[in-house]
Every structure is written in structure tokens, then in C-alpha cells.
């Protein structure tokens, strides 16, 4: 059984970031620019703070790839962190002898206070270089390759802002996702992008920040990815919990997810079609307030994960905290910030399922190589017809 799994390691204003990714099979064309867009993608969005004018994040690919095409072996990615000129001395690897300030003051909402403690720290520092979302750019890396692998069999990819400050985008089924990309919020309705600006601007002036949330969508997945027979096979339980690892996330759900509590169950369940109605594939839905899983496993429905990213902690007005050394009040640490990252969020978020839905399709179709791949995907594909019974 393949498995697609990856590692990330690295601090926020270290040299850089590396990934080590397992499970690819031989044979899959892969470059650089490959993992490219959504590098991009992830950096841009309104409300993000004065890093993004620093980094212009490429991962670089420095092992498992031959000539364009992967050997079976362990992918490696680099990509530099260029502040890292400025943080030489305060993170350096070898010992220094200049006296480096210690960060003492806590930041209430981030893992500054229970990283410390957990690890025995007197420098926070240590906690807030690894927990900081920098690492989510290698997220992104990682899955510019496990998209790469699902486009080979037509599973496509897309996310957009549903909500931000409270105010909410009025969108249907069917966005118009050039327009999304296009959007200083990746949203797509203009009236509320324009409310949804303006909220940010607001609580920038103010010393705040803003949190939202964000609906991922992905197209072409199979019936029969995950299953039921355990918890931990559950495909919905992975995504939730994969979602759920991004710094600020809060709440995932499913399709309609927590607005199917306000519904009753003939209004929530989705009428499965009957033989003569099939189109391009079989055992369709009527709707999708599912989500594209049930059971734990896929139903050949597009899978929409929608998930709640609450305000980063980190504010230019401090709340009041406490000091780690003394225990003593005092104003939270502040180091320079995004005021809004719902819009990059949801690029991460798309990131996280897309590495989740890899793992699931590595498990369901396994492969030392592409074409050995390919004929599991379409030997699967062919019998997912009615289960009749002749003679």
C-alpha cells in the first residue's frame, strides 16, 4: 500500500525551508515550475504584511528528479528564506557571543506560552520560529508535486474567500475562478471583495486583525478514495485533520457542513440518480450538500471542505499578556505582521487537502511507476458500473 508522505523543517527567519516528500511513483514529469504558481498565489492577498515584499518564495528542486521526470526515490525541495540576511547573528546555527535579546512577553492565541513551557524554553523565540506560518510555504511546495500527480488523471484544484470580518460573499455553485485569482481577497463576489477591503483597512488602522473563511473545491476524484472500516481510513477525518494543522484554523466542514444542524434530513441528504439519468459518470447526486464524501469515502461528487481561520494573534495594539520570566503583566510581543490572511489561507488550505487526497489516491491505486498507476486508475474506473448479476 503507497502512502504519500512529507516532512518540512526549517524556522521562519532561519536560512530556509526543506521538504522531503515519499511516495511518488517512477516516471512522473516534474519541474520547478510545476510548484511555481501556487508559491505565488500563497504570498498574494490584501492584508498581508511587509514579509511578502521580502520573499519571493521558489522551491527549488534538489533530489528525485532526473531529466523532468521522478525515480521512484524521495523528492527534495529547497526554498531560501532571503530575510535571513538580516537574522544572521540572532539565527545563527553555531554558538555567538554577542548577547541575544530573549523574547519574554507572550502573545495570547499562539503557541508561545504552551510551546515554552512544553519544551523548557526562556526564549520564546524558539517557539515562534517553527509555529509561525512561514512553514506553510512548504506546505505549498509539497503540494505543487501532489497536484502535479493528480492533474495526470484530471483532478483539478480551486479555493476562494467565503467570508471575512463578518462580512460574507454572495457566490453560487459556479464561480468565475479567474475572476477569484484576479480579486485582491480571492473573492468572488465584487461587492462584498470591496466590504471585505475595506474591513481590513479598518482594523489596520486600528492595530488589528481579521480573520475569515475560506471554501476548497476539487474536481475529478473517483468514487472509492478513504473508507469506512476505521477511523483513522476516514477521508473526511484526514482532510479535517489536515486542515486543522494550518497555524489559525479553527472549524472544518464538509459540504453544507455546520448549516446542515439548522436543516432537517430531507433537505440536507442528496438523492442519488438512477441508471438512465448517468452522465459522464456513474451513481450521480442530485446536489452535493455532502460534500463529495460520505462514509469516509469519496462518491465521484466534487469535494468542498469550507473552514474557519480566526485573526492571527500577532497585533500592532498589544492585548495585555503576561511576561514568561516574571509572570508579570505586560503588553504582548509584537514583531511585524499580516493584518489579514484569509485570502492566502485558502491557498494553503486547498495545499493541505490536495496533499491529503494524494495520500488517499497512493493508498487506493499504488505504482512503482505512473503506468503501472495508470492501469489500477483505469481498471478501478471500469467497474464502477450497477453490481448486477448475470445468468
Wanted: aromatic fraction near 6%; glycine fraction near 12%.
Amino acid at each position: 500500500m503507497g502512502r504519500f508522505r512529507f516532512l518540512t523543517s526549517g524556522e521562519s527567519h532561519g536560512k530556509g525551508l526543506t521538504a522531503l516528500i515519499e511516495g511518488l511513483p517512477a516516471g512522473l514529469p516534474l519541474t520547478e515550475d510545476d510548484i511555481a504558481r501556487d508559491m505565488t498565489r500563497r504570498q498574494g492577498g490584501y492584508g498581508r504584511g511587509g514579509r511578502m515584499k521580502i520573499e519571493k518564495d521558489r522551491a527549488e528542486i534538489t533530489a528525485g528528479v532526473r531529466h523532468g521526470l521522478t525515480l521512484g526515490s524521495p523528492v527534495a525541495l529547497w526554498i531560501t528564506n532571503r530575510d535571513w540576511v538580516n537574522w544572521t547573528e540572532k539565527m545563527a546555527v553555531e554558538p555567538v557571543d554577542a548577547e541575544i535579546e530573549r523574547v519574554t512577553r507572550l502573545r495570547p492565541g499562539h503557541a508561545d506560552l504552551p510551546g515554552a513551557i512544553k519544551y523548557g524554553f526562556d526564549d520564546v523565540r524558539n517557539v515562534l520560529e517553527r509555529a509561525s506560518a512561514r512553514e506553510t510555504a512548504a506546505r505549498v511546495a509539497v503540494a505543487g508535486v501532489a497536484k502535479r500527480l493528480l492533474d495526470e488523471f484530471g483532478v483539478s484544484f480551486r479555493s476562494h474567500t467565503l467570508a471575512i470580518g463578518g462580512v460574507r460573499s454572495h457566490v453560487g455553485e459556479e464561480a468565475d475562478w479567474e475572476a477569484v485569482e484576479a480579486d485582491p481577497v480571492r473573492c468572488g463576489d465584487p461587492a462584498a471583495s470591496e466590504q471585505m477591503v475595506a474591513a481590513i483597512d479598518a482594523a489596520k488602522s486600528d492595530g488589528d486583525t481579521l480573520g475569515g473563511q475560506v471554501e476548497v473545491r476539487v474536481s475529478g476524484v473517483p468514487l472509492g478514495l478513504g473508507s469506512y472500516v476505521q477511523w483513522d481510513r476516514k477521508l473526511d477525518g484526514r482532510i479535517a485533520q489536515a486542515i486543522c494543522s494550518i497555524n489559525a484554523f479553527k472549524g472544518v466542514g464538509l459540504g453544507l457542513g455546520f448549516d446542515a444542524t439548522e436543516q432537517r434530513g430531507s433537505q440536507t441528504h442528496d438523492v442519488i440518480l438512477p441508471a438512465d439519468q448517468w452522465g459522464e459518470r456513474p451513481w450521480p447526486h442530485d446536489t452535493n450538500r455532502h460534500g463529495g464524501i460520505e462514509g469516509g469515502i469519496t462518491t465521484g461528487e466534487d469535494i468542498v471542505v469550507r473552514a474557519a481561520v480566526k485573526p492571527i494573534p500577532t497585533l500592532a495594539h498589544p492585548l495585555p499578556s503576561v511576561d514568561l520570566d516574571t509572570g508579570e503583566e505586560v503588553l504582548a510581543h509584537y514583531e511585524r505582521s499580516d493584518v489579514c490572511v484569509v485570502p492566502a489561507a485558502g491557498v494553503v488550505a486547498e495545499a493541505m487537502v490536495a496533499i491529503v487526497l494524494a495520500d488517499a489516491w497512493l493508498e487506493k491505486f499504488g505504482g512503482d511507476s505512473l503506468a503501472e498507476m495508470r492501469a489500477s486508475v483505469e481498471s478501478h474506473l471500469a467497474g464502477l458500473g450497477p453490481r448486477g448479476r448475470s445468468g
